[in-house]
């Protein structure tokens, strides 16, 4: 098995830890093997799409889903370190409303699974990020959604001393209260 699988303080959403095997020449690490991942996890799912963004110290990306074609994600860091949230947005969910964080680093090579249904978001903590996701659908920009990053009834405590820097997207993000949400 290449994973250490724990689960998180929201049901669903996963940490895997691969094992990596370094000597003084470097590392090797399966970052991904779909047996090992339905083993692991207990998920039969299928990516379609991978993703791989850049972003310096203080972006903020999200808090981003889609309403309609939810994306499960696995998502990781390959360069620097990202402070990583994800929300339950799911009213049915005893969870509803309830965040996580997880760093996500290159030193550490942690992985998360975002199960549908949750909205994700990072802010770079390291002077560059470069952020990998497999998502198990694909972008529908129509469908996308945006979270307010610093909603009061949400109450993420984002590692910041400054401002963050926001897509347009992102700036214009609504609260939990206004937000489309799953059921």
């Known amino acids: 098995m290449s994973y250490v699988v724990t689960k998180t303080d929201l049901p669903g959403a996963l940490l895997l830890e691969p094992k990596v095997f370094g000597d003084e020449r ?7 093997n779909q047996r090992d991942f339905q083993e692991a996890t207990g998920l039969d799912v299928t990516f379609v799409q991978d993703n791989h963004s850049k972003s310096a110290k203080g972006v903020l990306r ?5 309403i309609q074609h939810p994306q499960g994600k696995l998502v990781r860091v390959i360069e620097g370190s990202v402070f990583d949230v994800v929300v339950d947005l799911r009213r049915s969910s005893p969870y509803f409303g309830k965040w996580l964080s997880i760093e996500l680093s290159a030193e550490n090579k942690r992985q998360l699974w975002i199960p549908p249904g949750f909205g994700h978001g ?17 972008w529908f920009p129509e469908h996308e959604r945006n979270l307010k990053w610093n909603d009061p009834a949400l109450g993420i405590q984002w590692p910041m001393d400054v401002k963050p820097k926001l897509a347009a997207k992102d700036l214009a993000g609504k609260l939990l209260s206004e937000s489309e949400l799953f059921l």
């Open 26 to 32: 470097g590392f090797f690490f399966e970052s991904f």
């Open 62 to 66: 999200g808090l981003h889903y889609q």
């Open 122 to 138: 990072f802010v770079v903590t390291s002077e560059t990020a470069e952020f990998l996701y497999k998502s198990t659908d694909y």
